[in-house]
């Protein structure tokens, strides 16, 4: 069992920043996937942003487009945590962020990590809200 806690959510200008943390708990974080994704009210929950640590491999990242060179995800292992540095922020960004944490899966590549179903465990969520 894993449990995810979310930080780091508020209120911020459009053109602002905010550093959203995920803290896991578990033995294994090294080896989860994980990401962020996100929903606003009367809207689906949309991806947003993927991480996945390899050994031999690294890190590798995946981005919604609509986030793509303005958030920047990033993990560490050591810590058990995972980051989404979140800048030039948009009143459209406004949405609950929830961190997600799964197994790794079989599938890969972008249309792998951005599918909520290979994630098995999920934070209560933070809030962002972007004012224009």
């Known amino acids: 069992q894993v449990r995810l806690v979310e930080s780091g959510g508020g209120l911020v200008q459009a053109g602002g920043s905010l550093r959203l943390s995920c803290a896991a708990s578990?033995?294994?974080?090294?080896?989860?996937?994980m990401g962020w994704f996100r929903q606003a009210p009367g809207k689906e929950r949309e991806f947003v942003a993927a991480i996945r640590w390899e050994r031999w491999r690294g890190n590798s990242t995946y981005y919604a487009d609509s986030v793509k060179g303005r958030f920047t995800i990033s993990r560490d292992n050591a810590k058990n945590k995972m980051y989404m540095q979140m800048n030039s922020l948009k009143p459209e960004d406004t949405a609950v962020y929830y961190c997600?944490?799964?197994?790794?899966?079989?599938?890969?590549?972008?249309?792998?990590?951005?599918?909520?179903?290979?994630?098995?465990?999920w934070g209560q969520g933070t809030q962002v809200t972007v004012s224009s």
């Open positions: 997600a944490a799964g197994d790794p899966p079989t599938c890969s590549g972008y249309g792998c990590y951005s599918q909520a179903e290979i994630y098995d465990y």
């Open positions: 578990g033995r294994t974080f090294s080896g989860y996937a």
